[in-house]
């Protein structure tokens, strides 16, 4: 059975950092995209930041340069740090696997991060 667990959200001024953590089970970690969306009240659920099994990233317009995402891959957990926070990264943070072999993907319940300014 998959599992994707998310931790880290929670309330931080603006300014502020965050990391965010999921902690993945029941799939093959290691060939698997693993990503971060967000989804804010009201918008629809847009990507933030993903990573390769080799490593490559791509970032959001928004996120580039104050979000770094990692994987340590025999943890099988998935990172998002976060820095400089800005209100308008309020949102319900998921973590997305995606296996690179299969047209197979998987979510994880969300964690909620709110930016107070």
């Known amino acids: 059975q998959v599992q994707l667990v998310e931790s880290g959200g929670g309330l931080v001024q603006a300014g502020g950092s965050l990391r965010l953590s999921c902690a993945a089970s029941?799939?093959?970690?290691?060939?698997?995209?693993m990503g971060w969306y967000r989804q804010a009240p009201g918008k629809q659920r847009e990507l933030v930041a993903y990573?390769?099994?080799?490593?490559?990233?791509n970032y959001v317009d928004s996120a580039k340069g104050r979000f770094t995402i990692s994987r340590d891959t025999p943890k099988n957990t998935l990172y998002l740090q976060m820095n400089s926070l800005k209100p308008e990264d309020t949102a319900v943070y998921y973590c997305?696997?995606?296996?690179?072999?299969?047209?197979?993907?998987?979510w994880g319940q969300g964690t909620q991060v709110t930016v107070s300014s």
């Open positions: 990573i390769t099994s080799h490593g490559s990233t």
């Open positions: 029941g799939i093959f970690f290691s060939i698997t995209t």
């Open positions: 997305k696997a995606r296996r690179e072999d299969l047209e197979l993907a998987y």
